[in-house]
């Protein structure tokens, strides 16, 4: 299922004038949020993509209506996550809320819940000011949005 969003998704970029850093960052995002709609919620995923000001957007829809934990964009962990490690399993997450400039969820309105993140179509490396030797760049960007149905 994943394979079949990353390629929906390096498609739908191309078309909406992705930069190829950026193009790469979306099927990333786009892998990591349907893996886990697959792992974490029983039944159907649906995935949309679609071109917003800010670059793509991509909202996966499953039919769990428990709202992930979400990472901060520098990587901070939430005080539940930190208190039972069960209870965040991995670092997906982390990875797309570096990658976008926005990430969210909400209750779906057929059930279930909707996670959103918005990537940018241009790559523009971001600064980690506390890496050792002072601010460097990472390799890829905060991204943007645009939007396509994939069944």
């Not at 994943?2 to 995002?29: I, M, P, T």
């Not at 991995?90 to 779906?108: D, K, N, Q, S, T």
């Amino acid at each position: 299922m994943a394979g079949r969003a990353r390629e929906v998704s390096h498609r739908f970029a191309k078309s909406a004038g992705c930069s190829e850093n950026a193009e790469d960052d979306l099927a990333l995002v786009v892998s990591e949020l349907v893996t886990n709609a697959g792992r974490h919620a029983p039944g159907p995923c649906r995935m949309y993509l679609e071109t917003v000001e800010e670059g793509v957007a991509v909202e996966v829809w499953d039919t769990n209506p428990m709202l992930p934990h979400f990472p901060s964009a520098d990587g901070a962990v939430c005080e539940c996550c930190v208190e039972d490690e069960l209870q965040c399993s991995g670092y997906g997450l982390g990875i797309v809320a570096r990658l976008a400039r926005e990430l969210y969820g909400f209750a779906g309105p057929e059930g279930g819940k909707t996670v959103r993140a918005v990537v940018a179509r241009s790559a523009v490396p971001d600064a980690i000011p506390d890496a050792p030797g002072g601010p460097t760049t990472v390799p890829w960007p905060r991204s943007a949005t645009e939007s396509a149905g994939m069944p």
